[in-house]
């Protein structure tokens, strides 16, 4: 009697085995399906005309993409004199030169010449797309800094180190300076499908001057203004002229005899000019004119 339940209860411990190894093994293989199967779009590639290829076009992205290197920039600290007045805010006219002098510190970048040297290779509606595309990202990663230093004076974003390392992020300096370079290029080169972008900026930039001489901290209205804000009269009205698609209208014909092909030396060594190209642009533009201009061309 006992080798019977001996025998039943093997019998029962093995149907328990086989039901559980029964339940089990269909699980197992819905892992193992699925982990042979890779998910479908790994293997999906870039639409075609999506990768750049052509030598021309990667050396001019490659210089543009320079552009925001601070290191490439002179030191033109000996031409930095403001004027304040009694409330600590600058006075037009020291803000105004200050202009002159950011867009001459551009000018003399050595990068600066490349890449119109390197967009005059190809046609202009790819000089268009790759630097809307340049503007854009610089554009992008300049704002999350400067928003998130305005929200927090104490982080001083005008206080950044002038060399990034060379596999770092540029710095916030370097793609505010690479925005104006891309909007000078823009203007010169008459790139009428950046138009748009550029009166964006223009928006944004009159945004920050409004939002910066409202603030109450001394030194947001003193540095903000001066090293932080897009608002350059010089490369904004430069931009929004030279790009402009409207420039038969009436309203405009004041300003085209103004906005002229200037020659611009690139670089000094022990005081002589070694290098010198032209490019058109404003190089005398008042906070009274730009706002004329924003007027006629329906700027917001």
Request: contains cysteine; neutral net charge; aromatic residues 8%.
């Amino acid at each position: 009697m006992k080798k019977v339940y001996i025998v039943v209860g093997i019998l029962v411990v093995l149907a328990v085995v086989h039901v559980f190894v029964a339940g089990c093994s269909p699980h197992k293989n819905a892992e193992n399906a699925s982990a042979d199967q890779s998910p479908s779009n790994t293997a999906i590639k870039e639409p075609p005309g999506k990768e750049i290829t052509d030598p021309k076009e990667l050396a001019a992205l490659g210089t543009m993409r320079q552009l925001s290197r601070m290191k490439e920039y002179p030191n033109l600290g000996a031409e930095m004199l403001y004027h304040l007045d009694d409330e600590g805010n600058y006075i037009a006219e020291s803000l105004y030169g200050h202009h002159r002098i950011e867009a001459n510190q551009i000018f003399r970048n050595r990068i600066f010449r490349d890449v119109l040297r390197d967009l005059g290779k190809l046609s202009k509606n790819r000089v268009s797309e790759l630097l809307a595309g340049e503007l854009e990202d610089a554009l992008s990663k300049y704002l999350e800094l400067y928003n998130g230093s305005f929200e927090n004076p104490s982080l001083k974003i005008f206080s950044v180190p002038v060399e990034e390392s060379a596999d770092g992020p540029p710095v916030f300096l370097g793609l505010r300076n690479k925005i104006f370079a891309l909007i000078l290029i823009a203007g010169s080169l008459e790139l009428t499908d950046i138009h748009e972008r550029i009166k964006n900026i223009d928006a944004i930039a009159k945004k920050q001057d409004i939002e910066i001489r409202r603030s109450e901290s001394k030194s947001v209205r003193t540095y903000y203004l001066l090293d932080a804000s897009l608002h350059n009269n010089l490369v904004l009205a430069s931009g929004l002229y030279g790009t402009s698609p409207r420039k038969g209208d009436a309203g405009l014909k004041p300003f085209g005899d103004r906005f002229a092909e200037r020659q611009v030396a690139n670089y000094f060594y022990y005081g002589n000019v070694t290098e010198s190209y032209n490019i058109r642009y404003f190089d005398k533009m008042t906070f009274k004119d730009l706002d004329e201009l924003r007027r006629v061309l329906g700027s917001p």
